[in-house]
């Protein structure tokens, strides 16, 4: 028996007759059972991999198993036992919350009685709407639905790309509280999303540009792996801010975070808040604010970014 809900190796795609490179050797595995995230910008592979390790793509090299089934030679075995929920809304839009909930179960040989219990709790959510048409729902409402959908078969392993892109800051909330109950009862779940926040709430994690996985951990263990020292910093606008600290000595890299920059210096060197407050005053900004802040999933990101393009 394979131990991983997910295993990839070597997994690779391009597009075109440029062979351009979305998807760059990838290998990721993933436990049963296991909320898992693909954290990274757009464009930055996460959709291409998705295809593949649902057989929507043909993986150009390399070789990914689901559930132990190869993504190639036992593409309608993993298409009857993994649930998808693409970026874009791909549900039928003149058909009703309900029509379009029984055609999905049809599909799949059951029906939406057998399985209720698994969707009950986000179903009851939009029952009161189930007679109108998906296209006049809302984003959260349309959210829930093609989950809804993509769980009406009881699938084993759930493929999740940028779910909350788009929803309203409740809904993205409400979305996480319902897949930390969907794993709590054992469905393994990768979950692509852009915003960094939400890695936070993943067991593990993979850090994605370019079509290159640049770490992969729990959210904790990479922040706490952060080899820099960091600081929040204000002092009139941040353009002004930033260019008064790039002109530090000693600062690794300064960028927007917030309302504050974020200055990373090295963990060993002698650069403190006040000699950086004395700095920025020494440039002719005033009543700068200087505090030092533990990393976050983006200054991570930044980070990684940063250390391949030098």
Not at 9 to 35: H, M
Not at 85 to 90: A, E, L, Q, T
Not at 180 to 191: E, Q
Not at 215 to 242: C, E, F, H, N, W
Request: glycine share 8%; proline share 5%.
């Amino acid at each position: 028996m394979n131990s991983f809900a997910i295993e990839a190796k070597g997994l690779s795609k391009w597009y075109g007759k440029e062979k351009t490179l979305a998807v760059d050797r990838i290998s990721l595995e993933v436990g049963p059972g296991e909320l898992f995230g693909l954290i990274g910008p757009d464009g930055a592979g996460k959709t291409s991999i998705f295809r593949m390790l649902t057989t929507l793509l043909l993986p150009d090299a390399g070789s990914a198993q689901v559930g132990g089934m190869d993504v190639v030679k036992d593409y309608q075995r993993i298409r009857n036992s993994v649930g998808y929920m693409p970026g874009r809304f791909s549900l039928y839009q003149d058909l009703s919350v309900e029509e379009n909930l029984s055609f999905f179960a049809t599909v799949f040989n059951t029906s939406i009685a057998e399985n209720y219990q698994l969707i009950e709790d986000i179903y009851v959510q939009i029952e009161p709407f189930k007679k109108r048409l998906a296209g006049q729902l809302s984003g959260g409402m349309k959210q829930k639905l093609a989950l809804c959908c993509a769980l009406i078969h009881k699938p084993e392993v759930l493929f999740l790309d940028e779910p909350t892109t788009g929803v309203d800051p409740v809904s993205r909330k409400e979305f996480w509280e319902m897949l930390a109950r969907l794993k709590a009862r054992g469905i393994t779940i990768l979950v692509a999303t852009p915003y960094m926040d939400e890695a936070a709430l993943c067991e593990r994690i993979a850090l994605i540009q370019e079509g290159r996985i640049l770490q992969v951990d729990t959210p904790a263990a990479i922040r706490a792996a952060y080899p820099d020292r960091l600081y929040a910093v204000k002092a009139g606008t941040m353009s002004a801010t930033i260019r008064a600290m790039n002109t530090l000595e000693g600062v690794i890299r300064c960028y927007g975070s917030g309302e504050f920059a974020h200055a990373a210096v090295s963990a060993s060197g002698a650069i403190d808040e006040a000699a950086i407050k004395a700095h920025l005053i020494a440039q002719g900004l005033r009543d700068p604010v200087v505090r030092p802040v533990l990393p976050t999933i983006e200054d991570v990101f930044i980070k990684c970014t940063q250390d391949r393009m030098s």
